[in-house]
């Protein structure tokens, strides 16, 4: 049996892991199992698949069994331990915030614990919820080596323009900065398109990550530049539920005329927004495509044209447009999507083969005298953690 790199991706309500086998001193390709806890004090259930997408364990528990996530966390421990306890050499796991301390993963000790920890008012519900399993294996298994891989890290030599709120000074130097989110997703879809298409990869690039949480960055020679995302995963387009970007008076609107609490407000931007908002009927790009209601069209068109609008935004930013990536959930499932965003584009020489758009697989999608060229790349944040997890283990000799 090989090694494994355990990953660990922890939501507030949800766990997500995955494991990779060591081969030949790499990472492979594809997890070996892959396993999903959701629903957490709610209706629990935990799905865990082999490579093979076979079902090792497809169990429902009620909301006492699994109340809160550290109990889910223990329930989840107790099963692999038999399994795959012994083989795992190093966990790796997904940290939203590395505030304006870290540009890259690092392996944890006690001294970076305690800067992580330091960030939790930055992101309070996903950084507390990334740090709780960090903290309990540290407790379980001292010997195990884990790394924290970050959110923000891919764009933390963003030039001071991109990072800049146009508010007093003061506020930057203490950290309210444009920091950008999705950086593990854009590093590994660089990273692919660099092998793809060595020459786009080298020029300018926007990668519209297009999820549940959704974003764009624009990128120079592999290196973000700017992010539509800013001091929150809030910014930017909007997304499923949430609103993205925002007139801040309506904020203030809302609390000084509306009576609302900065809470309820939160939960309005966070959760009730966005596509769902916009069209009263569901915050799946699926749902919508297939809904015959005009709220359903026009929350579509919506989000396609913010999405257009983000890209000439940040084509601005990197000097031109040489090549156009789609990933995520919508960005690599939806056709419909990517064909409304390059239509709004084709001022700016985005040209769609709608034939090869419409192929499942397809990695180039635009027309072949298109003056920029389009990609679909798969994202794949877990194997972007595995692959950090295994170099710092070998570069900190623990391997
Ligand atoms: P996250 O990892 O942020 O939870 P994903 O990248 O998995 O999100 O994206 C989830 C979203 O992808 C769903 O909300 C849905 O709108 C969209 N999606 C998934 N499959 C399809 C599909 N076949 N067609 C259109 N949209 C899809």
Known sequence: MSDIIFVVNAGSSSIKFKMYEVKDGEVAPDASMAGLLDGIGVHPHIRVKDAEGGVLLDKSYTAAEIP?????????????????????????????????????????????????????????????????PIKLMRERRPDLP????????????????SDRFPIPRA???????????????????????????????????????????ASVCGLKNGHSIES???????????????????DPGVVLHLIEEKGMSAHDVGEMLYRKSGLLGLSGISNDVRDLVASPEPAAAMALEYFALKVAQAVAKLATSIGGLDGLVFTAGIGENSPEVRQMVADRLKWLGVEVDPAANETRGATLISAPGSKTEVFVVPTDEERMIAIHTLRLLRGGGHI
């Open 68 to 132: 809160n996530a550290t109990e889910g966390k223990r329930i989840l421990a107790e099963w692999l331990r038999p399994r795959v306890g012994d083989l795992i050499i190093g966990i790796g796991h997904r940290v939203v915030h590395g505030g304006l301390s870290y540009s890259e993963p690092v392996i944890i000790d006690d001294k970076v614990m305690e800067t992580l920890e330091s960030f939790i008012p930055l992101a309070p519900l996903h950084q507390l919820s990334n740090l709780d």
């Open 171 to 213: 506020f930057y130097d203490e950290g309210v900065r444009r920091y950008g989110f999705h950086g593990l997703s854009y590093e590994y879809v660089s990273g692919r398109l660099h092998t793809l298409a060595p020459a786009i990869g080298a020029g300018r690039v926007v990668i519209c990550h297009l999820g549940s949480g």
């Open 146 to 161: 884990q790394v924290a891989c970050f959110d923000t890290a891919f764009h933390r030599d963003h030039p001071e323009i």
């Open 228 to 246: 539509s995302m800013g001091f929150t995963a809030l910014d930017g387009v909007p997304m499923g539920t949430r609103s993205g970007s925002l």
